[in-house]
T-cell receptor, first 109, second 114 residues
Framework: KNEVEQSPQNLTAQEGEFITINCSYS?????LHWLQQHPGGGIVSLFM???GKKKHGRLIATINIQEKHSSLHITASHPRDSAVYIC???????????FGEGTQLTVNP | SQTIHQWPATLVQPVGSPLSLECTVE??????LYWYRQAAGRGLQLLFY??????ISSEVPQNLSASRPQDRQFILSSKKLLLSDSGFYLC?????????????FGEGSRLTVL
C-alpha cells in the first residue's frame, strides 16, 4: 500500500463540471502539497496546506488532518485544466515529501 | 522575481555514457535545491537535496551523483548511464529558513538511455 494514494487515477469531465480529486495519506505530515503537471512535463505548485482550506481562483484545496485526507476541487472546469494533478505529503520542506502517482484529468469542451 | 532554469530539455544518450544535467535558480539566495525523477507512469522520486553549497543528501542509492558548486547551481551527473536511468528529471527549489515548503520546479529534462 502506497503511503500517499490518489483517486481517481483518471478523470474525464465536460467543460463546466465540478471536479474533485482525493488524496489519502498514511504518513504523519506537517504539510500537504497539490501540484499540477502540464502535458509537456512542467510542474507548478498549486497549494501547500497544513489545515483547513485554501482557495485560488477556481481551485479549492481542503485537508482533514484527523482523517488524513485532502481534496482538490475545480469549479467550472475548463479544457485548459487538463493536466496531471499530484498530491504530496510530508515535512514542510520538500526534502521528505512522499508523492502520489497523480490523477490524469481531461476536460472536454 | 525568482526563476529556475534547467537544461538540456531533452537528451538521448547511449548506455555507458556520462550525464550532466544543470539547474540554476535566479532571484533568491540560499535556496533548498532538489533533484527529482519521474519514471514513466510512476510518481516523483526524490533523488538528492541540498541545503547549501557542497551539502548533498542522497535519498536513493544509485549510479547518479549531485553537486552544488555555487549557491544557486545544482548539477546531476552520472559517469556511466544505465537503461534504468531513463526518465523525466526535475529540478526544484524552496525557500530556506521560512515556514513554507512550497516547491518551484524547473521545466524538466527528458532523458532516454538507449
Amino acid at each position: 500500500k502506497n503511503e500517499v494514494e490518489q483517486s481517481p487515477q483518471n478523470l474525464t469531465a465536460q467543460e463546466g463540471e465540478f471536479i474533485t480529486i482525493n488524496c489519502s495519506y498514511s504518513v504523519g505530515i506537517s504539510a500537504l502539497h497539490w501540484l499540477q503537471q502540464h502535458p509537456g512535463g512542467g510542474i507548478v505548485s498549486l497549494f501547500m496546506l497544513s489545515s483547513g482550506k485554501k482557495k485560488h481562483g477556481r481551485l479549492i484545496a481542503t485537508i482533514n488532518i484527523q482523517e488524513k485526507h485532502s481534496s482538490l476541487h475545480i469549479t467550472a472546469s475548463h479544457p485548459r485544466d487538463s493536466a496531471v494533478y499530484i498530491c504530496a505529503a510530508g515535512e514542510t520542506s520538500g526534502s521528505r515529501l512522499t508523492f502520489g502517482e497523480g490523477t490524469q484529468l481531461t476536460v472536454n469542451p | 522575481s525568482q526563476t529556475i532554469h534547467q537544461w538540456p530539455a531533452t537528451l538521448v544518450q547511449p548506455v555507458g555514457s556520462p550525464l550532466s544535467l544543470e539547474c540554476t535558480v535566479e532571484g533568491t539566495s540560499n535556496p533548498n535545491l532538489y533533484w527529482y525523477r519521474q519514471a514513466a507512469g510512476r510518481g516523483l522520486q526524490l533523488l538528492f537535496y541540498s541545503v547549501g553549497i557542497g551539502q548533498i543528501s542522497s535519498e536513493v542509492p544509485q549510479n547518479l551523483s549531485a553537486s552544488r558548486p555555487q549557491d544557486r547551481q545544482f548539477i546531476l551527473s552520472s559517469k556511466k548511464l544505465l537503461l534504468s536511468d531513463s526518465g523525466f528529471y526535475l529540478c526544484a527549489w524552496s525557500v530556506r529558513h521560512r515556514n513554507t515548503g512550497e516547491l518551484f520546479f524547473g521545466e524538466g529534462s527528458r532523458l532516454t538511455v538507449l
